[in-house]
């Protein structure tokens, strides 16, 4: 493919092979998913010039590769490893806030669906706590970073693992970047990683976290989500901004020790895999246009509540032109100070 020129934005997350039983329709049996390409989706609502960071083993169908393309979103920062990676994720959703990720067998059977063999020797990945020294296959190294991708101005980091998060933030500050978010990964927001924290918040432009693991991280010290808001950005991040699924989110601004409550978009569930990142690339999208926290969430918040009414990171750029907008407008109607 051509290159992208005078790339705005870069995203760095990871990509997986997704089967889905969400909440309406029918299965969604091995479809391309994962954090990068649902952030590159909320991204693409508002913006476009995009250079997408990951990796992939050799065994990823390369056709998925290029399913952006068409919207401005480069992906020759994803670097395909020559051996065979397995990438398959599971989500089955019970409602609308409770999804399992373990024995698809039963699942399937609850349905009266018949088991995809795309599934066949799955078992959902554990959650051990990361390593500081021992990078995995799908940790990202500098060198993933091209030379002309730090020409952008503005990054997201998706959740991964802290070898990542603590190696790619220094290194785009070497380039022209300097609108830099982040959402934490699960294996060091935990107790062990406190006093690494610091150092890894210092110099963002925003820390978005969920609720569940901003309050692991905080577990012993802390249930109140704006006192930990507060102590996040203390170690000298701008925004902290914390993801409460269906009930929106909270935002927190260092400058101005302001708070706001932002809610969900009244938006109907079918699929919730996603939103979260989604909100996090309309976030960036808007945060490095307009450098205004809230209208970044309130962006962000649009971007996840197109994502979650269907299936697959694409769904969303099938919208209505003018819907975005319009749901922004509605939103914005409803934040309220803290």
Partial sequence: MESVPLLRYL????????????????PQIDIPGGSLYYAAAGLA???????????????????WLSLFDPYKLDH?????????????????????????????????ARLGEPFPKSLLGYTNPTNPLDSRTQPGKLSLRMTDIL???????????????????????????????????????AGYMNPIYWDDIPALVKGLS???????????????????????????ASYG?????????????????????????????????????????????GFLATLRETYDPLEAALRGGVSASLVMEGSGPLYALGTMPGLPQARLESLRSMVRRR
């Avoid at 913006?47 to 992939?56: I, Q």
């Avoid at 490893?81 to 039963?106: G, H, I, K, M, W």
């Avoid at 933030?169 to 970047?177: N, W």
Wanted: hydrophobic share 35%; proline share 7%.
């Fill in 11 to 26: 995203l760095f997350g990871q990509l997986t092979r997704d089967t889905i039983l969400p909440l309406e329709g029918k």
């Fill in 147 to 185: 030379q002309d991708f730090l020409d952008a101005t503005a990054a997201h980091l998706c959740p991964m693992d802290f070898i990542s998060h603590n190696l790619i933030p220094p290194a785009l500050r070497h380039g022209q970047i300097t609108t830099i978010t982040l959402d934490p990964g």
């Fill in 45 to 63: 609502l508002w913006g476009d010039s995009c250079g997408l960071v990951g990796r992939v083993g050799e065994d990823y169908p390369q056709d």
């Fill in 237 to 281: 991040c701008e925004f902290v901004v914390v993801k409460r699924g269906a009930r929106g989110q909270y935002l927190y601004d260092s400058n101005g020790h302001a708070g706001w409550i932002v809610p969900a978009y009244p938006a109907r569930m079918i699929d919730p895999t996603g939103a979260g990142d989604a909100f996090c690339g």
């Fill in 76 to 108: 020759r920062g994803v670097r395909v490893l020559p051996e065979a990676v397995d990438v398959r994720a599971f989500y089955a959703y019970l409602d609308e806030s409770t999804c399992q990720r373990d024995n698809p067998v039963s699942h399937f």
């Fill in 206 to 232: 925003a820390f978005i976290c969920s609720e569940t693991k901003l309050a692991s991280l905080f577990q012993g010290r802390s249930t109140d989500p704006w006192e930990m808001a507060e102590t996040i």
